[in-house]
């Protein structure tokens, strides 16, 4: 079964402090990985997009790993703001008889405080 | 804004009103979606339309009607909905159903439905 699981479900850290969330997926057959940031009451926006071969992708203050291998991606935040308050959510493209599904896991809700 | 606009951003209906949601986009994309974002919860897809075609209904209730007038334009219909119903309803759009690696969704806002 496809599905994508991430983890903490919520986070709170102090401003100007590092973070790491991570998302474990069994999808097949693989095809790529987004993470998403979701600011409350706002659609998602897409922040980094890995495929099979790409090991690190760097967004700004964010970077996204991935290891196909073990099927774990990460997403490190640096030096967070309070504006990085929001829901960051892990999606995994399946390819399939020519098109695509997109499986989404339940996001990390991040609160950066002052 | 991200190019796709929701409206409205806010609604709150009965169970036996009939209201619609509206998606609208300019990016030339071919491919539409309805989601449902419920807390907690992964996001559900609902309905895909792929050059104004219906390609997926992710068995949904028939008190959600669909219907895409064109490429640009996505309409989620509302009648007898229950309190269960209550969620952020995200529209999307990408390239088409066939391209993805260099692609993928733009989300618009949402519309937040509540039912009483």
């Known amino acids: 079964k496809n599905q994508v699981e991430q983890s903490p479900q919520s986070l709170i850290i102090l401003e100007g402090k590092n973070c790491t969330l991570q998302c474990n997926y069994t999808v097949s057959p693989f095809s790529n990985l987004r993470w998403y940031k979701q600011d409350t009451g706002r659609g998602p926006v897409s922040l980094t997009i890995?495929?099979?071969?790409?090991n690190t992708k760097s967004n700004g203050r964010y970077t996204a790993t991935l290891d196909a291998d073990t099927k774990q991606s990460s997403l490190h935040i640096t030096a967070s703001q309070l504006s990085d308050s929001a829901s960051y959510i892990c999606v995994v493209s399946a390819r399939g008889s020519g098109t695509y599904k997109y499986i989404f896991g339940t996001g990390t809700r991040l609160k950066v405080l002052a | 804004e991200t190019g796709v606009t929701q409206t409205p951003r806010h609604l709150v209906m009965g169970m036996t009103n009939k209201k619609s949601l509206k998606c609208e986009q300019h990016l030339g994309h071919n491919a539409m979606y309805w989601y449902k974002q419920s807390a907690k919860k992964p996001l559900e897809l609902m309905f895909v339309?792929?050059?104004?075609?219906?390609?997926e209904n992710n068995s949904v209730p028939s008190r959600f009607s669909p219907e895409c007038p064109n490429s640009s334009h996505l309409f989620l219909h509302l009648h007898t909905l229950q309190p269960e119903d209550s969620a952020l309803y995200l529209c999307?759009?990408?390239?088409?159903?066939?391209?993805?690696?260099?692609?993928?969704?733009?989300f618009g806002s949402g519309t937040r439905l509540t039912v009483v």
């Open positions: 890995m495929t099979f071969s790409e």
């Open positions: 339309y792929n050059f104004k075609e219906q390609t």
């Open positions: 999307a759009s990408s390239q088409d159903l066939e391209r993805d690696i260099n692609y993928g969704y733009t």
